[in-house]
């Protein structure tokens, strides 16, 4: 009955433009799960959308005049359906929302719902208040509520996002790096019970995900609920997924922290086979000193005993980090220490930044603030190491054969793009019909930042064969 009714609702279109990290993407994706129930469909472009969402991120520099050059662009649609007689919701989400819900109240009057990502499971009642009981009055809700908005989103009900699918199962964080805008956007930590977490893979797997990457602004201080009651780490949540989740064939999971790696994750990179050899795992810097005023709380050797851990675990494990060059009061020597760190280790990929101030946060009135110039010099220092080791990287897989899960058409319909098991953006020929398989492929060249390859034709002739 109530699916009847679904059915004869009229559609409304609903635009979500998403910035920043993979939370985000998640979290927008699971705004449409809680909309389609009231007839809302995704759309690609805002034209004629009876709803549209930007869901924001603070982390980068002038987020919120970003934000608001948005809106003014959006504002025209809005306009337009307005002459039209047609009504259009514009909502701001997530971490801009959450940090200046205010400003964006004053600034765009227009604006009719402002929402925090803590709070988007009461969309529904949201929406029904601005176009209700009511009507013209703006919603605003960045709380950090006592429940869990997990336990409030459709867990078996969500759509096929593609062969690799996002799962979050840890947010907020406690760590308070001192350069660091999240804990006070995304709330304290906060993890997922394990048996909600496998309900929620298993019907992504169903909705046809190979691979699922499970998020966290610090994934790996993950402490749920175990299915025996206990609390668990994330080294054993991964273990119970890749036992219990049938046709789930890879796993991934971002973002870490090197003080959460313990024992039971970094093994699981050598006992468990669906989870890919890569792994993020951000240092910020090399220096010790710089370490300390970051607030890190960890050695630059400690990372390097981490590294050690994991390859003694899983040798081929390729790595990434993030790093901020130009610290308050980092030294010649303390960048010089992070060159060393990145030369240990050798990096698969790197995310590099200067360091940029970030209201509220206690790095940002530290006296010793870096000149912008010596900055750009570090940056370029870094990256011309980085890329070297990028390279270098890419280089030694020339040859090797390896599993490549296909997630899109290629610059034109020819060819198909896909990731490698050490994360590698792979090129090949090959017909869109392996989009969503995981196919053997040759690698045949390698470039900065991915690869080309041939697919392995007797290995598929051979899956075609007993098809
Ligand atoms: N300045 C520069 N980079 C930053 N990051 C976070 N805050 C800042 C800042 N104030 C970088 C860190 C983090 C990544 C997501 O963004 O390297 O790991
Ligand atoms: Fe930010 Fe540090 Fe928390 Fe990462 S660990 S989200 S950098 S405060």
Not at 224 to 239: D, F, Q, T, V
């Amino acid at each position: 009955m109530a699916g009847a009714a679904k059915e004869h609702q009229k559609k409304k279109k609903l635009y979500i433009k998403t910035w920043g990290c993979q939370m985000n993407v998640y979290d927008s994706k699971r705004m449409a799960d809680v909309l389609r129930p009231m007839g809302y469909e995704a759309v690609d472009e805002p034209d004629n959308a009876d709803m549209m969402v930007l869901n924001t991120c603070h982390i980068r520099e002038k987020a919120t005049e970003k934000v608001f050059s948005e809106l003014g662009r959006l504002r025209k649609h809005k306009d337009r359906r307005t002459e039209e007689g047609k009504e259009t919701l514009m909502a701001v989400a997530g971490c801009v929302a959450q940090a200046e819900g205010d400003v964006i109240t004053d600034r765009a009057p227009y604006v009719d719902l402002v929402f925090g990502p803590q709070t988007y499971h009461e969309l529904p009642q949201m929406v029904n208040g601005v176009t209700g009981e009511l009507d013209g009055q703006r919603a605003i809700n960045t709380d950090f509520p006592v429940e869990s908005k997990f336990d409030f989103l459709p867990q078996e009900e969500t759509e096929a996002s593609g062969p690799s699918a996002f799962l979050s199962v840890q947010e907020g964080c406690d760590k308070f790096c001192t350069f660091c805008v999240v804990p006070y956007t995304r709330g304290a930590e906060f993890s997922r019970p394990v048996e909600q977490i496998i309900v929620e893979a298993k019907a992504l797997v169903k909705a046809g995900a190979k691979e699922i990457q499970l998020l966290g602004q610090n994934v790996n201080a993950y402490h749920g609920e175990g299915s025996n009651g206990k609390e668990w780490g994330l080294g054993a949540l991964i273990k119970e997924l890749a036992c219990r989740v049938d046709g789930l064939e890879r796993i991934r999971y971002t973002t870490s922290h090197p003080r959460d790696m313990d024992d039971e994750l970094i093994q699981a990179h050598g006992d468990v086979p669906q989870l890919m050899p890569f792994l993020h795992l951000p240092v910020q810097s090399g220096s010790d000193s710089i370490l300390k005023a970051m607030n890190r709380r960890h050695k630059a050797d400690l990372y390097r005993r981490i590294i050690d851990q994991l390859r003694e675990a899983r040798p081929d494990i390729a790595l990434s980090s993030d790093f901020i060059v130009g610290f308050p009061g980092e030294t010649e020597d303390d960048h010089k220490a992070t060159l060393d760190l990145i030369d240990y280790v050798r990096y698969a990929f790197v995310y590099s930044f200067k360091y940029s101030a970030r209201p509220g946060t206690p790095a940002a009135t530290m006296s010793d603030q870096v000149l912008e110039a010596i900055k750009d010099r570090r940056l370029q220092e870094l990256q011309a190491m980085v890329n070297q080791h990028q390279r270098e990287f890419n280089q030694a897989t020339v040859g090797q054969v390896f599993p490549v899960l296909f997630e899109r058409e290629g610059r034109d319909e020819t060819q198909i793009h896909g990731r490698s098991p050490y994360m590698q953006s792979v090129h090949v020929q090959g017909n869109q019909r392996l989009i969503g398989e995981i196919v053997p492929v040759k690698v045949t060249t390698a470039y900065a930042n991915s690869v080309s390859g041939e697919i392995v034709q007797f290995e598929l002739e051979k899956t075609r064969a007993a098809e």
